[in-house]
């Protein structure tokens, strides 16, 4: 039965209260552990067609007639359009279309003040040279902590305190503080923005986006048009990465369907990879001051953070502080979260914002307070696990950390060995550091799943694969239910005009979100094949299962799926589903801990990292083949976040230094570790038909420390700033030398 | 834009005049075409017309990394600065002359700021970001010269030909001036074709970068050793590849603000890089 409810819906820590119609999730959970489909490895099913170029991706698909949109965008951080002149553009060879001024004022480099459309992209390219501007140059406003003084803010501070603080630091027996500070860093993903707009008629719009939510687009489009959301259609069948950067529809849709009304025909405007290093969001740098206590028993008494977000022209105010408030049982925790409002590109969620830069600063100033206390970091975190939610008391639907801490154990007892292994200038070791962030997913989200005569299964739902295998994921849920071998699924998606709504592919909620609905959908469709075996072999209901492609009877009889489904010739057996509402009153969070060993070069301030064990607690694992993937990607994006990716600002005049991919530096293969991926599988008994959560974001949040804390171990050098480059490696290592001067490079104890 | 295809070495010269560039692996040309940073009348295609290949104590100016990375007969010194330098995709395509001309990476450059290199008055990296930037000679402009091949073949004291002259490579290059910006001396309608290089007993190349491959040198390190001594030469911390006189000229560096941990890291290398070829 339907049923209305009001449920807190969350996405990247964001949460919002909201009036939804839930069907009731009936099915009981599958009993743990592997199944004939579900929890056991599956390639891609879409795997070798991306492999052989045959998969269309946004950038892939050339429509008829379609132009090409080239985007001026300004040099300036800030600076205003006195004048532009786009005649002589409108009359250069194959213009068929000008746009601008898109904004008055530009606020960051990069950011778009007109557009072209021609017959090529060269004659678009062309045509924006004899674009006039006359420009104002205003000042940049480029200092986060200037602009927190100036109260230059994206919007207000937000402060959290729980407990007393002052008396919790007052009651410590060893005190912590220490400022830790993150860079900018950019999701470059291989695919870069792009959408394709078609008007099919004055009030009917088709938009192609490299996107991760055809809903979310289909619905602010039709809002900025002003049309019913029935009469846009937005279609994303591939999609080469977004990690948070495509959430929404941007400029560069709006200009495409600009100047495809204006002209009459298909427009194509994608973000060149210059483009994409300049405006199209980034992970903020932080600024994060620091302040922790404890008693000598291993009580963390207090914890207080200053939080400033260097968040730029826009966007919003990720929670750094979230780990602080979440991750430990601490009474009295205090935070306040500024973000800065700047003259830089705005950031946008990228793979748990807020949390991969506050489990940063918080994870390393925990290691600190266990050295002051001569405590084992394990132990130390052991001591302070939170049973409940410490923000409000709420029960956790389900809680593993400590499972992970055992799985950990091996891990961190290699430390020994590995210290020992250190040779000349190259000292080794070994650190950790626990990982909290969402990922529960939520209604509403739907799926169907229809059953030809053929007896094979297609999963419709209009969600979207942003390349990390949730297609086969479903296809692994309906097969499972439907008894069929997986590759007797095939799963449709990507259009809004072919299928249900479905949710957002961000904040790890594309599995817990979509899974139960399309379980349940399979499970509607089997009932249906159930009731006419019945029928057709005059047997109860009850007796029967889908299995291994047939139809079988407790009495040990079966018929291969297709005597059944074959008597319906054209006909179609469909289910629909519905993912039911989160646990009533239960926080919902996945946790983790990664294990990092690495090697530091003291003489020249090279790190390597060597070994990550990543152990996470997401409930139960659909894929485990696509989730050691997860892992891998997320940790080698967190490395690159740790060690060498950086988005630099002339401290002048704002200009973007590392604009292309040679000076912009992620990692290479040669740069990636071992990673040891061990899940904690256990379904989390409260949460949906699966009790599986998102696995999207975790493995990147705790990576950065846990190298830094190795690199601690190793060297006992501090390093709080990231990414630490071989100046702050050196930089740290003559701190610690300065410091200490009897430890040099010398293993910490 | 013609691109032009001689196919002998005078029709190459008459051809590489006027503002025109020869185009051999493009893998450094086509980017600065792309980015506007080059704007040539021509492109000459030179393939045909340089010699390519190798022979003993000489290398065919057209020869690609990957060849010259490949093969046993070449000095450890120019194979290792060949592995550790780019990619396999670009080394497949790079020549060697390419190499040894080519453009720094400074980004002040690379984004067109009207700067000392480009003929403007200023250098944006000393007053900016420069922490990839030059630990000598740094005074007029603080750029980095990349090349990993240039420091290898200097330190294997190598000699250009080019169809007009020869000259030891450590000629090819000149500090930019107020009066003179160009970092080479390779004149107009000039073609290197070959080098030649002397046979060390050892020799290693040494290089730190931001990654574990594929980056352009924090501070890279040749080191050669002949019957009358050493060679050092340093890539990455100045206009123009760095022949060391002696270790100790590193104590007299003069490092930007963001570039001392350069003159540590160059120290170390250099230790290491001696220590190798004993």
Known sequence: MARLIKTEKEVEGRYTDTWIVVEEDTLDQWPEGPRDSVGRPATRIDGLQRARGEARYTADIQLPGMLHAAVLRGPYAHARVKRLDLEAAREAPGVRGVLGPIQEEVGYPGQAVAAVAADTLAQAEAALALVEVQWEELEPLLDPDEAVARDALVSDARTSERGDVERGFAEADVIVEAEYRTQSVLHNSMETHQAICEWEARDRLTVYISTQFVWGIREQVAEHYELPPDQVRVVCRFMGGGFGSKNSPDDYTYIAADLARETGRPVKCALTRRDENLAAGHRNATIQRLRAGARSDGTITALEGDFVNATGWGGWVSSTGGPMELLYGCESVRITERGAKLNSSPMKAFRAPGFVEGTFGLECLIDELAAKLGLDPLEFRRRNHSEHDAVDGRPFSSKNLLECYTRAQPHWERREQVRASSDGPWKRGVGLASQIWYGGGGPPSYAWVRVGAHGRAVVVTAMQDIGTGSATAMAQIAAEELGLPVDHVDVSLGDTARGPYASISAGSSTIPSMGPAVRAAAADAARQIIEIAAQRFELEERVLSLHGGRIVSADGGSWPIE????????????????????????????????????????????????????????????????????????????LGHTLSEERLLDPRTGAVLTQTLDSYRMPTIADVPEIVTDLVDIPDAHLTNLGSKGLGEPPIVPTAAAIANAIRDATGADVRSLPITREEMLRALREARERRPERVGAPAA | ????????????????????????????????????????????????????????????????????????????????????????????????AGNLLQATRCWYWRLKFPCRLHGGDRCFAKEGLHREHAIFANDFCASAHPSDLAAALLALRATLKTNLRELPLSELYRLPTQEDRATTTLGDGELILELTYEQPLASTYLKAMDRRRYAFAIVGVAASRYED??????????????????????????????????VEIAKTLVRRAREGIR
Not at chain 2, 4 to 16: F, G, I, K, N, T
Request: with cysteine; aromatic share 2%.
């Open chain 2, 1 to 96: 834009m013609e691109l032009l295809r001689p196919d002998s070495v005078e029709a190459a010269a008459s051809a590489l005049r006027d503002g025109s560039v020869a185009l051999a692996g493009g893998t450094e040309l086509v980017p600065l075409l792309r980015e506007g940073i080059v704007a040539p009348s021509a492109l000459v295609q030179i393939d045909r017309v340089v010699p390519k290949g190798i022979r003993e104590g000489w290398i065919g100016a057209g020869t690609t990394l990957g060849e010259l990375e490949a093969d046993p007969q070449i000095p450890a010194v120019l194979r290792e600065a060949c592995s550790l330098a780019a990619s396999p995709q670009l080394r497949a395509m790079g020549t060697v």
């Open chain 2, 229 to 262: 001594g050493e060679r050092l030469v340093l890539a990455g911390v100045a206009p123009v590849p760095w022949v060391l006189e002696d270790p100790s000229e590193l104590d007299r560096a003069t490092p930007l603000p963001g570039t001392e941990y350069k």
């Open chain 1, 563 to 638: 005597e059944i489904t074959g008597l319906l010739e054209d006909g179609q057996i469909l289910g629909k589903g519905s993912r039911g509402p989160n646990p009533t009153g239960m926080r919902v969070l996945t946790f983790g801990v990664q294990v990092a060993e690495v090697a530091v070069d003291v003489e020249t301030g090279e790190v390597r990292v060597d070994r990550i064990a990543a152990i996470h607690d997401v409930g139960r694992v659909i894929n485990p083949l696509g989730a050691s993937s997860q892992v891998e990607g997320g940790i080698i994006q967190g």
